[in-house]
């Protein structure tokens, strides 16, 4: 079967790092996405892996080890804003489909 | 334009009816999705459709009909749904080569309650 892990929610204060772990077991494997998505609002991309190594982009960095089949996001100088659920997801396969793991509620408090 | 838009933003509706949502992107991606999100829960892809063709369908019921009539707009046509069925219906869309980039843009969805 297909699975991807992640936690279930992650509390943090402002200002703190987050890094939430999602490691994957699925039948095909082009790259891990994650994907932010606020309550009552739609996901919205944060970055892609196809490759081992880090990817940075501001203040979130994604990681990937095909070889583990693991891949982290860090979340830095947390904000309020970045209270959501995170979403890692596998392309398994060409067209694009992705298979999103269960989503980690990251709460962050003053 | 670097959004997908989607309407109606709510629909209710009962068992006997028909309604379609409507997707749209201007974007230039011949990749466009389906999924359905449960509350708390991640989105389930129903279908896939590249360059106009439908290419995946996960199973997904007859009551469910996807339609796409051009390389910018998406329909999903409702007919006698379930209550089980309502969700969060939303629509993506991504660049031509859609396994190689892993970025979908997502539409804010239509919320869908079926009675």
């Known amino acids: 079967g297909q699975s991807l892990e992640q936690p279930s929610e992650v509390t943090a204060v402002e200002g703190a790092i987050v890094q939430i772990n999602c490691t994957y077991q699925?039948?095909?494997?082009?790259?891990l996405s994650w994907y932010q998505q606020h309550d009552g609002g739609a996901p919205t991309f944060l970055s892609y892996?196809?490759?081992?190594g880090l990817e940075e982009t501001g203040r979130f960095s994604s990681f990937l080890s095909r070889s583990d089949s693991y891949g982290y996001l860090l979340l830095q100088e947390l904000q309020m804003k970045d209270s959501a659920s995170y979403f890692c997801?596998?392309?398994?396969?060409?067209?694009?489909?992705?298979?999103f793991g269960a989503g980690t509620q990251v709460v962050v408090t003053p | 334009d670097t959004e997908v838009t989607q309407t109606p933003k709510h629909l209710v509706m009962g068992m006997t009816n028909k309604k379609s949502l409507k997707c749209e992107q201007h974007?230039?991606?011949?990749?466009m999705y389906w999924y359905k999100q449960k509350a708390k829960k991640p989105p389930e892809l129903m279908f896939v459709?590249?360059?106009?063709?439908?290419?995946i369908n996960e199973s997904v019921p007859s009551r469910f009909s996807p339609e796409c009539p051009n390389s910018s707009l998406l329909n999903l046509h409702l007919h006698a749904l379930q209550p089980e069925d309502s969700a969060l219906y939303l629509c993506?869309?991504?660049?031509?080569?859609?396994?190689?980039?892993?970025?979908?843009?997502f539409g804010p969805g239509t919320r869908l309650t079926v009675l």
């Open positions: 993506a869309s991504s660049p031509p080569v859609a396994g190689e980039a892993g970025e979908q843009f």
């Open positions: 699925t039948s095909g494997f082009y790259g």
């Open positions: 892996n196809a490759l081992d």
């Open positions: 997801a596998v392309t398994t396969d060409s067209w694009g489909k992705l298979q």
């Open positions: 974007m230039g991606h011949r990749a």
């Open positions: 459709y590249s360059y106009e063709k439908l290419s």
